[in-house]
């Protein structure tokens, strides 16, 4: 057990018998604490007590937890019927409505119920701790404890101190969340925490690259997939979250930093809200969800030959990685082991292809006064990336494009086409999601470790933003993001002062 964590003998009471709160109650009984479940709404908390059961049950029967643990868990939730009920409480979680008013109100109540020493927390995801904690006598033992949901699963908790929150209040909570069995992170109240607001970058690319039809939802979600290595890709997950919730929260978060143009909301997903195109739930969003409608493949380029005489710079990782997959499949090339001072990645022909910096293609054709340019976008892992987005530049002709594409496909790769838009998919995606990042570090909202683990644990990221800022090189994500920010002329693509500062001493976030 951690030195700070309540013991087992500590009773947990939880408020709101909704999927986050009996989610909530599941974790808890079956780290071992007696559990009290209470709900407004008549047989709500009594229902979500059964169904709690039945899933200890069900994990018994796939031999997960043994059936003698599975009746114990079970076992200690209980129900209660009133407020009064919760005196004995060493820990509250509220999971009720989003609404300020309700919470300050709920929280008011428990002040005239549990003990002084006892831990009041809420998890918001959106709502200011510090305001919350307002309305209180003793609001420095008030903090958030947001988990994700389906809260069983969803290994992230992030422990969110307001301005009057007692450190030994939040470490006591993360110490407990992590003896549940959680990866917690300590986080100070700002709007949308750490995920809300560094995961924002990763719909409203998307968004706007599809605003600018550099290719259609389908397409751009296979390449985040298959070259970035995300689970899911943008708009197959704001489907699946629902646009009312995602538009919701984006809203929200603009309006916290007073119009940040980070944070603008896309007319795109708002038509979307306006239409009831919720997503799943409403059986249509990006997609149709109706029973039988079949997903729309995203479009890949058709085979085309390849040209002899190609050449790669295996100085940079892609053009390493294309040496090793073309030497498995026996197409020769010239190597050269050297980093070019253009970023090369092969030639072809007359066809340059180069990693993307965050120009256009046609920028870049025009900066290096060659017309036949062609930008390959990020992988993850270029050595077990399943595909890769290429654009050509107006001035490269379709078979100049074509000589490229052959290449990438002969070391098994699917090329997407994209439209020459500045920083394609991915590369522009994760420096804005490393530029969120660095700044709500910059900002004392969390550390860079606290950043990292968040994005991974609490929306299954593949690998945190600043460990991938480090592993791409911090100049180059820097360069990334002040071409993007000259191309469109606009402050939402401005730079980290902190990640200008960490190239410029030329140290990593990841020491």
């Known amino acids: 057990m951690s030195t700070q964590a309540l013991p087992t003998t500590a009773t ?33 908390a009594a229902q979500a007590i059964a169904g709690i059961q039945k899933t200890f049950t069900r994990l018994a029967e796939k031999g997960r937890m043994t059936a003698q643990a599975a009746s114990e868990a079970g076992a200690r939730v209980s129900l209660a019927a ?89 470490q006591a909570v993360h110490d407990t969340a992590l003896d549940w069995g959680k990866s917690p992170v300590f986080t100070k109240s700002s709007p949308g925490f750490i995920v ?26 296979a390449v985040m997939r298959e070259a970035g290595g995300f689970r899911m890709g943008p708009f197959e997950l704001m489907d699946l979250i629902g646009h009312d919730v995602n538009f919701a929260v984006t809203r929200s978060v603009f309006e916290a930093h007073f119009g940040d143009p980070r944070f603008t909301p896309s007319l795109i997903q708002q038509e979307l809200v306006n239409a009831g195109y919720f997503g799943r739930k409403s059986g249509r969003g990006f997609y149709d969800h109706a029973a039988g409608a079949l997903a729309p493949a995203p479009t890949t380029e058709a085979p085309a030959t390849l040209a002899n005489g190609l050449a790669l710079w295996t100085g940079e990782a892609l053009g390493q990685a294309l040496a090793k997959r073309l030497t498995a499949a026996g197409v020769p090339f010239t190597a050269h082991d050297v980093r070019h001072n253009d970023a090369r990645v092969l ?20 900066d290096n006064s060659h017309e036949a340019t062609v930008l390959a976008d990020l992988t993850l892992d270029p050595l077990t990336a399943r595909g890769i987005a290429l654009a050509r530049a107006d001035h490269c002709s379709e078979a100049a494009f074509k000589a490229a594409v052959a290449v990438f496909q002969a070391a098994g790769l699917s090329v ?21 990042a660095a700044d709500a570090v910059s900002q004392g909202v969390c550390d860079a470790a606290a950043a990292d683990t968040a994005m ?50 030329r140290r990593p976030f990841h020491d």
């Open 347 to 366: 030639r072809v022909g007359e066809t340059l292809v180069h990693l993307t910096d965050g120009r256009s293609a046609t920028q870049r054709a025009a």
């Open 12 to 44: 947990v009471a939880v408020i709101g018998a909704g999927a986050m709160g009996a989610g909530i109650a599941q974790v808890a009984a079956q780290a071992g604490h007696a559990v009290q479940l209470l709900d407004l709404k008549p047989g709500a």
């Open 416 to 436: 997407a086409r994209l439209d020459d838009v500045p920083g394609l998919a991915v590369m522009r995606t994760v420096a804005m999601l490393a530029n969120e």
């Open 82 to 170: 009133t407020a009064a009920e919760l005196s004995g409480a060493a820990l509250v979680v509220e999971a009720v409505v989003e609404k300020l008013d309700v919470k300050q109100q709920l929280f008011a109540e428990l002040e005239g119920i549990v003990s002084d020493d006892c831990i009041l927390a809420t998890n918001t995801s959106s709502i200011s701790i510090t305001a919350i904690g307002a309305a209180l006598r003793r609001p420095q033992r008030l903090l958030g404890m947001h988990f994700f949901n389906p809260a069983p699963l969803m290994a992230l908790v992030e422990v969110v101190s307001g301005l009057a929150t007692e450190a030994a209040v939040a």
């Open 196 to 221: 809300n607001r560094c995961a924002r970058p990763y719909y409203a690319e998307a968004l706007r690259l599809l605003s600018e039809q550099a290719a259609d939802p389908a397409t751009l979600d």
């Open 456 to 505: 991974c644990k609490g929306v299954n990221y593949p690998i945190g933003p600043l460990a991938w800022a480090d592993a791409i090189g911090l100049p180059q994500v820097l360069a990334v993001l002040d071409h993007l920010a000259k191309a469109y002329g606009e402050d939402r693509y401005r730079a980290s002062l902190l990640l200008r500062r960490r190239v410029a001493a």
